[in-house]
Nanobody, 114 residues
Framework: VQLQASGGGLVQAGESLRLSCVAS????????MGWYRQTPGKQRELVAR???????NVADSVKGRFTISRDNVKNTVYLQMNSLKPEDTGVYHC?????????WGQGTLVTVSS
């Protein structure tokens, strides 16, 4: 299984970005697809994830600003990030969870300047 993420970049506070992650390979059953954020000196943290059925878990720090969605046919997960803040800066890693495995993408850098 491979995860290809895209959409990161440098923006100013208050602006928006949309991340995409496409999963390819032998995927038979997916529990969750989602995004985790890594910042220097901190552990990787969940930003948002979505199940095949559409249920979501969203970090309190981004609720109301970030929206996760998913195209099950295309095995693609999206993260719409609005009203970005400098504290949203980090490497965003795509994640795919199956009943037996946990897969990670290479990460895409999001930088929000004040």
């Amino acid at each position: 299984v491979q995860l290809q993420a895209s959409g990161g970049g440098l923006v100013q506070a208050g602006e928006s970005l949309r991340l995409s992650c496409v999963a390819s390979g032998s995927i038979f059953s997916i529990n969750f697809m989602g995004w985790y954020r890594q910042t220097p000196g901190k552990q990787r943290e969940l930003v948002a994830r979505i199940s095949t059925g559409g249920s979501t878990n969203v970090a309190d720090s981004v609720k109301g600003r970030f929206t996760i969605s998913r195209d099950n046919v295309k095995n693609t997960v999206y993260l719409q990030m609005n009203s970005l803040k400098p504290e949203d800066t980090g490497v965003y890693h795509c994640n795919l969870q199956t009943p037996k495995n946990n897969y990670w993408g290479q990460g895409t850098l999001v930088t929000v300047s004040s």
